[in-house]
């Protein structure tokens, strides 16, 4: 370091809580926690960021770094005990060349292996940071593949009790990655360019917690994501779209093939399937009667259909003579490929195996032709609008319509209120990015936890997993097969012992969701009564994907498991969901607890359970209310 006089060996910055200390000559930062007594420690500042200046003012530091940028970090222990980081960098100068990414602060080294990182990808995990075979890989924020939904990750120890988080106050050019140091899993906040430069200050906030484990730290999120994005619950949204009544403590169900009839949804209501969300996908024939959204109305059904604005084939893809025989389909706009994809810097297209990636902002014009030609024929009540929440942000550097990430966020939040304003319809999506806000009732997917069919046969045709695929139109196996489920899935993706409802205890009361329309609660038959068990006691909905021949081959098992979870759901759809614990030490009985004071009780165990004076039968559960 060039230093003009001397400095501290160690800096120091203390309150009643939390003690912050800073070696610049082993450079690295310590968190202790005088509440609970623990040390958290980081791994050293990067070689790559040379320090050249530190100075203090009160209870922060100043860190003047050098790297290929000249940069400013600041360490700041707040008022609230909780330590904030700042990262900006100087105005580049022609000749600097900016940084593809910036890993500030280090990761916190992770004390023993008896602690777990909290996975915020879909409803929540315990993932023990002594695993060796879940995939550690560095994703931005709210990308399914492996990103987290909410702006936050974390860790906590064995008993649930002490961790510490950290929430991205700057989340849109931000990733996390996921590492192994000394055998133990921890994590790294690493900031991205946007537009080639680190333009604007990043800022992530850390937060140590000597008591209250997962819920505790999910609750801090709640405080502070509901205000600064503008969360509503549903019964606020409920007043705005009154047909959201309709869904709430229903089955969700997508139909194909011929239980796209009138004459189905009749019989599930004669089967004593009084509450229903019921979408079809217009990429698939065949098409309803015109007119069957009132025909479900009448039956108190809430109606809507599969809306897609992401996907594009190049102008004379086979593909898309389709929409001559489907006239609705997606992912079509003719002539349109050039002026309406999302461009690379080098003037590349981004894509995947479904098709190129569409420019929220440029498709604007197409999604008002298509959805008012749609619901001339089709009224409904609202869009399941696929991929927006699921698939990250990106920047588009087409000269006529650049966007930063942050921007192509906000071009995806105006599109959803485009379909809000002008066509009353209420939205739901795949995935739950939180950077939507309220913009959004539903989430699809959010039960299946997104990363955990990896190292699995789910691909392999043949196998007992193979979750099939979409090549027949009507039928796609993907969708109406059964398959049973992976040994990778049922560790991680259906694990009691592991899951945690995280997204629940932020969200229940404001967004529903559910589980994939392509792992419905009877797509693996042998653990149905598992998915039903999860949707009671986190209070999320079933979700089902069937044809007629699907419902005539399980219709009383459909019935018994909307009977067990749907009425429940019907008495807390409004409630803040307050808390959930393990209440057996092998955690096969686990309790949660809502704010209207009612209490689910559910055993994923083989023996009976008893609790405050009742049985728990095996594989069953109990209410409680206080």
Not at 180 to 202: D, K
Not at 416 to 423: A, K
């Amino acid at each position: 370091m060039n230093l003009n006089h001397p400095e501290p060996a160690i800096w120091v910055l203390t309150d009643a809580n939390l003690e912050v200390t800073f070696s610049p000559n082993t450079r690295i930062l310590q968190v202790t926690d005088k509440r609970c007594s623990k040390t958290w420690e980081q791994l050293p500042l990067s070689e790559e960021l040379v320090i050249q200046h530190i100075s203090q003012s009160g209870n922060t530091l100043k860190l003047e770094l050098n790297s290929t940028l000249t940069l400013t970090a600041t360490i700041e222990l707040t008022e609230q005990s909780e330590v904030s980081f700042t990262l900006s960098a100087a105005a580049a100068s022609a000749d600097s060349i900016a940084l593809e990414r910036i890993s500030f602060p280090s990761a916190f080294q992770t004390p023993d292996a008896h602690h777990y990182l909290l996975q915020t990808d879909s409803q929540g995990l315990l993932l023990p940071v002594d695993d060796t075979f879940y995939p550690l890989e560095e994703h931005p924020l709210f990308f399914c593949g492996g990103g987290a939904a909410m702006a936050w990750i974390g860790v906590t120890d064995h008993a649930l009790e002490t961790g510490y988080m950290a929430i991205f106050e700057t989340p849109y050019d931000a990733s996390i990655s996921l590492t192994r140091e000394n055998g133990l899993i921890t994590f790294a906040p690493v900031w991205l360019p946007s537009m080639g430069e680190i333009s604007y200050e990043r800022r992530i906030r850390y937060i140590f917690m000597d008591k209250g484990g997962y819920v505790a730290q999910c609750k801090r999120y709640r405080e502070y994501v509901w205000p600064k994005n503008k969360v509503q619950s549903l019964k606020e949204k409920q007043e705005r779209f009154p047909a959201i009544e309709k869904i709430l403590g229903a089955v969700h169900v997508y139909v194909w093939d011929g239980a796209r009839e009138v004459s189905f949804a009749e019989e599930l209501k004669e089967a004593g399937v009084e509450k229903a969300l019921i979408l079809w996908d217009a990429n698939h024939l065949p098409y309803p009667v015109e007119g069957y959204d009132n025909k479900l109305k009448e039956l108190g059904y809430g109606t809507g259909a599969y809306e897609l604005f992401t996907d594009i084939h190049p102008d004379g893809h086979p593909a898309n003579a389709a929409i001559q025989t489907i006239p609705l389909k997606r992912n079509v706009y003719p002539g349109k490929f050039d002026k309406i994809t999302t461009r690379k810097e080098d003037g590349s297209t981004y894509s995947n195996s479904f098709g190129t990636f569409v420019c929220p902002e440029a498709v604007r014009p197409e999604i008002v032709n298509r959805v008012e030609r749609e619901l001339r024929l089709y009224p409904h009540e609202t869009y399941f609008v696929d991929v927006y929440q699921a698939n990250g942000l990106y920047e588009c550097h087409h000269p006529e319509h650049r966007l930063t990430r942050q921007q192509y966020a906000e071009a995806i939040i105006q599109n959803y209120e485009l379909l809000e304003n002008e066509y009353n319809l209420y939205l739901g999506g795949e995935f739950g990015s939180d950077y939507v806000g309220s913009r959004g009732v539903y989430v699809h997917g959010m039960m299946t936890l997104q990363r955990t069919w990896f190292s699995s046969d789910i691909n392999k045709k043949g196998s007992i997993h193979y979750y099939g695929d979409w090549r027949d139109n009507a039928r796609p196996s993907i969708m109406l097969g059964a398959r049973t489920a992976t040994d990778t899935y049922l560790k991680y993706s259906i694990n009691e012992y592991t899951r945690v409802p995280l997204y629940e205890l932020v969200y229940h009361d404001a967004i529903v969701t559910s589980w994939r329309w392509e792992d419905g609660n009877h797509h693996n038959p042998e653990i149905w009564w598992k998915k039903d068990l999860f949707n009671i006691l986190y209070g999320s909905a079933p979700l089902w994907s069937i044809d007629q021949e699907r419902w005539a081959s399980f219709s009383s098992t459909f019935v018994e498991s909307y009977n067990r979870v749907c009425p429940w759901l019907q008495q807390i759809c409004y409630d803040e969901l307050v808390s959930h614990r393990f209440v057996s030490e092998d955690r096969k009985v686990q309790e949660s607890r809502f704010s209207s004071g009612k209490r689910a009780v559910v055993n994923f165990g083989d023996e009976p359970y008893e609790y405050e004076g009742q049985f728990v039968e095996p594989r069953g559960f109990i209410i409680l209310t206080e």
